[in-house]
T-cell receptor, first 118, second 111 residues
Framework: GAGVSQSPSNKVTEKGKDVELRCDPISGHTALYWYRQSLGQGLEFLIYFQGNSAPDKSGLPSDRFSAERTGGSVSTLTIQRTQQEDSAVYLC????????????????FGPGTRLTVL | TQLLEQSPQFLSIQEGENLTVYCNSSSVFSSLQWYRQEPGEGPVLLVTVVTGGEVKKLKRLTFQFGDARKDSSLHITAAQPGDTGLYLCAGGETSGSRLTFGEGTQLTVNP
């Protein structure tokens, strides 16, 4: 594929409902990242997958948040019992990350999913 | 926790003016990246600097990494309306590939 794709582009849900956000990384990229961005602000790291290694979940804000990556490609970020403070743009990025810990990995971002919790 | 502070948070200038955006931290980063983001899109990488004191130029944009690898600056010469956007700096940690982002600088260049 041409780039990282995310779906849906917009999601409006009611407080307390569960939501699933999908990310399709660039083909061949072994590393995948999820970030959260509040309006006009910087990105907050959520979770990082690298190949078959255990994911780095240190950025997940609560146990209502979880993510999985099946077959080393597509990833799904799930938010259970959504709260109004979960409203944000959720961005996914992927990189080649041939060498874990490389300081020069280039992360390519998708367009994001704008989540609004009413 | 490593933090990056960007300044200014908002900047509105006239076409043709010069500007500098700063990115500062008390922590050392293995690399520093600058991104530009437009509404409704993800950030797009502009440059990566990895060596203390490094200076990189990209047309009218000049990026500098501090000698101690704790701070960076982005200088734009003769700004144009097409430069309008959210500029984000991000630090790469020495272990792992996660990035720590600054809060961003919203630049508006008026014609």
């Amino acid at each position: 594929g041409a780039g990282v794709s995310q779906s849906p582009s917009n999601k409006v849900t009611e407080k307390g409902k569960d939501v699933e956000l999908r990310c399709d990384p660039i083909s061949g990229h072994t590393a995948l990242y999820w970030y959260r961005q509040s309006l006009g602000q910087g990105l907050e790291f959520l979770i990082y997958f690298q190949g078959n290694s255990a994911p780095d979940k240190s950025g997940l804000p609560s146990d209502r948040f979880s993510a999985e990556r099946t077959g080393g490609s597509v990833s799904t970020l799930t938010i259970q019992r959504t709260q109004q403070e979960d409203s944000a743009v959720y961005l996914c990025a992927s990189s080649l990350a041939v060498v874990r810990g490389s300081s020069t990995d280039t992360q390519y971002f998708g367009p994001g999913t704008r989540l609004t919790v009413l | 926790t490593q933090l990056l502070e960007q300044s200014p948070q908002f900047l509105s200038i006239q076409e043709g003016e010069n500007l500098t955006v700063y990115c500062n931290s008390s922590s050392v980063f293995s690399s520093l990246q600058w991104y530009r983001q437009e509404p409704g899109e993800g950030p797009v990488l502009l440059v990566t600097v990895v060596t203390g004191g490094e200076v990189k130029k990209l047309k009218r944009l000049t990026f500098q990494f501090g000698d101690a690898r704790k701070d960076s600056s982005l200088h734009i010469t003769a700004a144009q309306p097409g430069d309008t956007g959210l500029y984000l700096c991000a630090g790469g940690e020495t272990s792992g590939s996660r990035l720590t982002f600054g809060e961003g600088t919203q630049l508006t260049v008026n014609p």
